[in-house]
């Protein structure tokens, strides 16, 4: 089986979560199921070679294109994307698009994200204090959104797939 891993920053596992998860998963797919995975991504980070797989870095405004090429010339049957920050969110149409032009290939939406935040308070003392504060003011706005919005975010998401 061919996995494409979709990342907003190509994998170094010591960067973050979802850098860690998509490590992990890659390598158990490749060594205990002899799966081949490769990494496209929208930005490029310092890191080791990825070992799974051929890499690929998505052109802004070429995604759709460049990923129906990448399902096609790779023979991709699963299409997994880590995260859920503005990119990855922005690319699942075209994910979607691109993994309908090879049939039989399945498209993934993995949500990464803080343990229990759907269910936290976002208007907490913690994050306005933190944002009246200048404390990283646009990941906790995002966070803030993310928090009022949750409700509605299934329905968005279901929107995407749909269409």
């Given at each position: 089986m061919n996995?494409?891993?979709?990342?907003?920053?190509?994998?170094?596992?010591?960067?973050?979560?979802?850098?860690?998860?998509?490590e992990?998963l890659?390598s158990?797919?490749?060594?205990?199921?002899g799966?081949?995975?490769h990494?496209?991504?929208?930005?490029r980070?310092e890191?080791e070679p990825?070992p799974?797989?051929?890499?690929f870095?998505?052109t802004?405004g070429?995604?759709?294109?460049?990923l129906s090429k990448i399902?096609?010339?790779?023979n991709?049957?699963v299409?997994i994307?880590?995260?859920?920050d503005?990119v990855?969110t922005r690319?699942?149409k075209?994910?979607r698009?691109?993994?309908?032009t090879?049939?039989?290939?399945?498209f993934?939406?993995?949500?990464?994200?803080m343990?229990?935040?759907?269910?936290?308070?976002?208007l907490?003392?913690v994050?306005?204090f933190?944002?009246?504060?200048?404390?990283?003011?646009i990941?906790?706005?995002?966070?803030l959104?993310?928090g009022?919005?949750?409700?509605l975010?299934?329905?968005?998401?279901?929107?995407?797939?749909?269409e």
């Amino acid at each position: 089986m061919n996995i494409l891993f979709v990342t907003n920053k190509n994998i170094n596992p010591t960067i973050g979560g979802v850098e860690r998860s998509t490590e992990t998963l890659a390598s158990a797919f490749a060594k205990y199921y002899g799966h081949k995975c490769h990494s496209a991504y929208t930005q490029r980070v310092e890191a080791e070679p990825w070992p799974y797989g051929e890499e690929f870095l998505l052109t802004k405004g070429c995604e759709s294109n460049l990923l129906s090429k990448i399902i096609q010339d790779t023979n991709i049957d699963v299409v997994i994307t880590q995260g859920s920050d503005n990119v990855i969110t922005r690319l699942v149409k075209d994910i979607r698009i691109a993994t309908n032009t090879k049939k039989g290939c399945r498209f993934v939406f993995s949500f990464r994200g803080m343990p229990g935040f759907e269910i936290a308070n976002p208007l907490s003392k913690v994050v306005l204090f933190r944002i009246l504060h200048g404390q990283r003011i646009i990941y906790n706005t995002e966070n803030l959104l993310i928090g009022l919005l949750n409700p509605l975010l299934p329905n968005v998401l279901l929107r995407f797939f749909e269409e």
